[in-house]
């Protein structure tokens, strides 16, 4: 792919391109860490700007009053843009994170597909008339919560900001979006299309910046009425505390620590493939990661032989590099915390099977060969705590009760996969698993019309789906009178 410029580094916020007024953002390229852009991030009195913009924009008639299909034409045309542009948003956003482009391209693809999704269902979104039991009409109607905001995590940005940002303003909102700051650029592409496409200016604001100020004022400013979070379950914790106190609602998408389980009965090479991706691709920088494997113990040494063979051959690589499975990580700091988990473990009595090290003569970059940890007890540190790496921990079982009870033995829910020919002990199993999604002979599959989210410590609320829209909304309940008389009380 030919090099694309990339954004120069102003901020997008209260309808114009500006200079931030707070801390610097350095972004840099995780293959080579050389440099892509430094630039000012937002500060808490930029926040109020946007915000007060915002509340401008979402309350003109122009916007406000706009018809569902008329709210969605801005929707398709962002789609188009961000399908248009998608070779450059792969660039940008490999740049910036040290994904390989083919993530990155499938990433913009996705965001595209969701707003065309939620367009689309906003559409043919319908209100409730509800069944009547007086002399009144009742009917239920849904309206926009006013200026909300989304803070979205480093590991696959365009794709989560579509998913808060399309629902948000199919609602009618107005949008304020947090980005990380280790990839800050590709979220101000997305505002650069948003901007092509028409978007009144004020509806749509991107303010990366340190989550002590940026995040901080996005949550506890009186004006934002919904946030909603994806990033780690101890920030969410807090952002939700602060949230309580004025009764503000939110999202919680938050870590995890998924349970893959491999049956007897299932096809090995099916599950072989499942695994691999399901821990490994993304270089395991992601949420729903399987990093806890359960292998029964009746095929447990043939499996786990293969998989250590199969892991040891995947192909480290740089991030342009097209025949790549393992990028680099995103930063020297997140590679430190990863190989120190690693440590921990060993020093607690795990065995490095695969990987556990940096891979020879790739200095230049932030590399770690992808890790498979054996002997570790399912209450150890390395099984219970996020590693948010490409590190996987292989544990044996016997009967389908203990590796029920295995896999609830944790704080996180948010996603499971079971491998197995026998399709009513998958659905026993899925159903008696606590997470929020289910994968069955497969993983990491997504579609935008499936809700997505977690149970436990992994979260709360959903995004995606027919209901997508509606969590960015309030409804407001109508009664009509129809007799026409006097109430009888005031007679």
């Not at 542009?85 to 390989?100: C, F, H, L, M, P």
């Not at 948000?168 to 650069?192: D, Q």
């Not at 069955?440 to 410590?457: H, L």
């Not at 909304?473 to 008389?485: C, E, H, I, N, T």
Request: hydrophobic share 40%.
């Amino acid at each position: 792919m030919r090099p694309f410029d990339l954004p120069e580094g102003k901020l997008y916020f209260a309808g114009e391109w500006r200079e931030g007024r707070g801390a610097e953002i350095t972004s840099t390229f995780p293959a080579d860490r050389s440099l892509n852009r430094v630039l000012r991030g937002a500060s808490a009195e930029d926040v109020d700007l946007a915000v007060e913009a915002a509340q401008r924009a979402q309350r003109d008639p122009s916007w406000r009053n706009l018809r569902p299909h008329e709210r969605a034409s801005y929707l398709y045309r962002i789609a188009e843009g961000i399908a248009r542009e998608a070779d450059r948003i792969s660039y940008v956003q490999s740049r910036d994170t040290g994904k390989t482009l083919a993530e990155t391209r499938a990433l913009a693809m996705s965001a595209a597909g969701t707003f065309r999704y939620m367009a689309a269902l906003l559409e043919t979104s319908e209100e409730a008339l509800t069944p009547q039991r007086g002399d009144a009409l009742t009917l239920s109607v849904h309206e926009p919560l006013g200026v909300v905001a989304g803070i979205t995590p480093w590991n696959s940005p365009i794709a989560s900001d579509a998913q808060k940002v399309a629902p948000a303003l199919a609602a009618g909102n107005a949008v304020l979006l947090k980005p990380a700051s280790w990839s800050p650029l590709v979220c101000l592409e997305l505002a650069r299309i948003a901007e092509a496409a028409g978007l009144p200016p004020g509806l749509f604001s991107v303010l990366p910046g340190a989550g002590g100020v940026v995040g901080e004022r996005l949550v506890t400013h009186p004006a934002i009425r919904k946030v909603s979070f994806t990033g780690g379950t101890e920030v969410g914790r807090a952002l939700a505390q602060k949230a309580a106190a004025k009764l503000m609602p939110v999202s919680l998408e938050l870590g995890g620590k998924s349970p893959t389980i491999v049956f007897a009965d299932a096809d090995l090479d099916v599950a072989l493939a499942g695994v691999l991706f399901g821990i490994f691709s993304s270089t395991g920088q992601s949420c729903i990661a399987g990093s806890r494997l359960f292998v029964q113990r009746a095929v447990y040494e043939e499996f786990v032989s293969r998989l250590v063979a199969a892991t040891k051959a995947l192909r480290v690589g740089h991030s342009f590099e097209p025949r790549t499975q393992v990028a680099p990580l995103i930063h020297d700091d997140h590679r430190d915390s990863v190989e120190a988990m690693i440590r921990d473990a060993v020093a607690r009595g795990a065995e490095v099977l695969a990987g556990g090290q940096r891979p020879e003569g790739m200095e230049e970059g932030v590399y770690l060969r992808p890790t498979i940890l054996a002997e570790a007890d399912n209450n150890a540190r390395i099984c219970r705590e996020e590693v948010f790496g490409p590190v996987l921990v292989v544990l044996p079982f016997d009967s389908e009760e203990e590796v029920v009870a295995m896999g609830n033995d944790n704080d996180y829910g948010l996603a499971c996969g079971i491998y197995t020919r026998d399709f009513p002990k998958a659905w026993r199993v899925g159903r008696a698993i606590e997470a929020g999604t289910v994968w069955v002979n497969t993983y990491k599959q997504f579609s935008i019309s499936t809700p997505f989210g977690g149970v436990k410590d992994s979260g709360l609320g959903r995004e995606k789906g027919r209901e997508g829209i509606r969590a960015w909304m309030a409804q407001k309940s109508f009664y009509v009178d129809l007799p026409g008389r006097p109430h009888p009380w005031a007679a």
